[in-house]
């Protein structure tokens, strides 16, 4: 067996696993860990797709920003007089049938499929070329995402902020 | 290179994963981490396409589709947390303000 192989197969373990434990953990802190371990585990699987900064960018993007984000979210939601929950799952039994039935059905139609695969052999880093079509051909959705995620921060900053009555107004 | 069916196979074990949080639990944060895990694994499979394919675009679509993950995670922890001034808790079940 191949080198890539084996680790294709030891980070998928540990991709699934983690998502599993996330999943189904009582601890939201286990479950935001959980899923740290699921998001490096999908940027190893990057690497190995020749996607080396699609592979950084998930680091930093999703490790170092939105799981932060969310472990902000669990520590703001945990605190003092919060109502606790009975349970933690709800309808068990038919999710899960529908759910096994929804990746069985993906798993037969992408195995079924016969895929066209052009293989270049070995491949350069893909920054040079991400850079050349995000400059050229790309560049309007480039500015739309840079856009989009100047409303996200103002609404975020908007929704976050208490607008209450007591305080005449003023945010 | 391992199978491109490998990969596509784990997207679609990753995504429904995503889909069993989604529906299973009450904890919106949780909700909200099996989204993510959603996102990550459509962003997998077309990565897979991009490599089996010799072709770069699919990492640009990729590199969108993080730029869109990360605003939608912004606007939906502070939803959250407007839900919990409101409610004092995150559970779903008892967010019924505009149920018929």
Known sequence: MELTTILFYLFAIVTISAAAVMVFSKNIVHSAFALMFTLI??????VLLYADFIAATQLLV???????????????????RT?????????LTPASILSVAAALLLIYAFVQTDWKITDSGVRDETVHELGMMLMGEYVLPFIAVGVLLLIAIIGAILMSTRLSANNDGEV | MVEIDWYLALSAILFTIGIVGVLIRRNAIVVFMCVELMLNAVNLSLISFSAYHGDVSGQILVLFSLSVAAAEAVIGLAIIIAIFRNNLSVDIMKVNLLRW
């Open chain 1, 62 to 80: 999703y490790v170092g920003g939105i799981l932060i984000l969310i472990l902000f979210g669990v520590m703001l939601t945990t605190q003092g």
């Open chain 1, 41 to 46: 585990g999908v940027a190893a699987l990057y």
């Open chain 1, 83 to 91: 109502f606790s929950f009975k349970t933690s799952t709800v309808n």
